[in-house]
């Protein structure tokens, strides 16, 4: 436990903390080679449920010191296939194993998007953050599903995701809302802009929403949002098409004409939304 907060306060802490989490399992944290038999554990639980919808791809280590999770998790490398978000007050650790359809959620939008970076002369020029660590304020440590900052920020520009992504599987529907603000709070995350998708376990559905910070509100707020469905063989896209402003990811305005905002059309959010089914079986 934190010395500086006392007992109840902890818990309450902590508990908030963790109040966006599906039912998840908790671990004491005691020594580096406890995590392989707990990872075996968790990912055995996760297969045998799949069939589940209500199965959680998270647990959480609490008692864990900062030198432990970057001597555990950080150091000498990652841990693939993973996603961690680290309280360095608490001693919290929430972890997310990432499934099939989260992953191919995330690759195929990738693909779409570098595809429209390959057209303006841009497929070299941007650093993907899928899985890679992000400091988010206050000493936490976040990795997003993905993200993108140009390989060479200009000067005085930051090393970090100016667009991030979430995928959202078994969380309540508040998760991604929250992860959201985190990531476009310019005290926190710092991000232009946070693309969050919450994938449907039982049908063919997509929900994706984009956020941006509002100056005059000082809060985050939807700035563009889409269903896309399947119902038999005719899918639907409610709203098109999605847009990612060029400079909230290279920190600069467009220099040439084939250099604009990126633009996903409705065929496009088709083509990546039938892969994520196709992954599901649905």
Known sequence: MVRSLGVVEYESEVERFLEDLPPSSRYTYKRKAQLDEILQTEYHRLESCRADAETSEYFVYVDISPFSFNQTFLLPDPIAGLRLFYNPELHILITRMSTLEQVQTT?????????????????????????VNVDV???KTKQPD???????????????????????????????????RMWVDPGKGEANMAITVKI???KPELKLHT???NLNLQGSHVTQSTVITKTGDKVTV?????T??????FQRSPEHLRETDVQLEKQQLIDWATSVWDVQGI
């Open 107 to 131: 690759s195929a939008l990738y693909t779409a998007v570098a595809e429209t970076f390959r057209h303006m002369g841009l497929n070299h020029a941007t650093q993907w953050f899928g899985g």
């Open 211 to 213: 956020w941006e910070w």
């Open 146 to 180: 993905g993200g993108w900052s140009p390989i060479r920020p200009p000067p005085g520009g930051a090393r970090r995701p100016g667009v991030v992504v979430e995928i959202g599987l078994s969380e309540p529907e508040t998760k991604l809302p929250n992860d959201a």
């Open 238 to 242: 409610s709203q098109t098409p999605l």
């Open 137 to 139: 304020g206050n000493g």
């Open 200 to 202: 449907n376990r039982r």
């Open 244 to 249: 990612i402003p060029f400079h909230y990811i």
